[in-house]
């Protein structure tokens, strides 16, 4: 394990994590909203896809154990290079931090990545960690957009998912060295694309679901 924080200890190693993990991410999100869209198909398909999820057991098990390794490197190398960033820069520029490039998903990374955090750990409590023995999946979700403030709050984090992902994406390209003039264009618009997807994939589900509960 020794090269693995010999990694770590390197700023270029705590961004190439932060890209690994970043990827890992990606992928999930998209294997999830593609599980989730199930629910346009009714409670019958929607509960067919979480039962055959959870008939993978084992494996199942085992790419939650890898994705929380990841997050939980994910979220402590964040932390880690956001705190080196502001060590280095103490005071505020007077001139506009928009320039030179910046757009609102870098500026506010660290602060998105921050209110996903709490948002993963409120999602987990009300989907993930519930008794599911006299109920089914389908009847949680419905249960929880009934109200309308879950529903706010779910909107919300998707758009600050988006955000994150907007910025997260083209600069996890960049950090393993696809920043070439020729394709970084593509990857940038490619991730713009993408963090719609996202937000509005994942967005329209709760608003959706409380007009059918």
Known sequence: ???????????VG???????TGFSFVGFLAAHLAGNLTIYGGPDAFNSYAEHLHSLGVFL????????????????????????NLMARPERYAVNRRAGG?????????????????????HLLNFHF?????????????NAFADP?????????????????????????????????????????????FSLIVGAGFGFLPIYISFMS
Do not use: C
């Open 1 to 11: 394990m020794n090269w693995f924080f010999n990694t770590l200890g390197t700023s």
């Open 14 to 20: 705590k961004k190439l994590m932060m890209a690994v």
């Open 61 to 84: 098990n085992a790419a939650e154990i890898v994705l929380l390794f990841f997050f939980v490197i994910h979220v402590l190398t964040g932390i880690v290079l956001f705190y080196q």
């Open 102 to 122: 910046r757009t609102i998903g870098s500026a506010t990374m660290p602060y998105t990545g921050a209110l996903l955090l709490a948002f993963i750990i409120f």
């Open 130 to 142: 519930v008794d599911k023995s006299s109920t089914t999946i389908f009847a949680i979700v419905s």
């Open 149 to 193: 403030v879950y529903v706010v709050i779910y909107v919300v984090a998707v758009v600050i998912a988006a955000v994150h992902v907007s910025h997260g994406f083209w600069s996890a390209f960049q950090t393993v060295g696809a920043n070439h003039p020729k394709y970084m264009p593509l990857i940038k618009t490619t991730g713009i694309v």
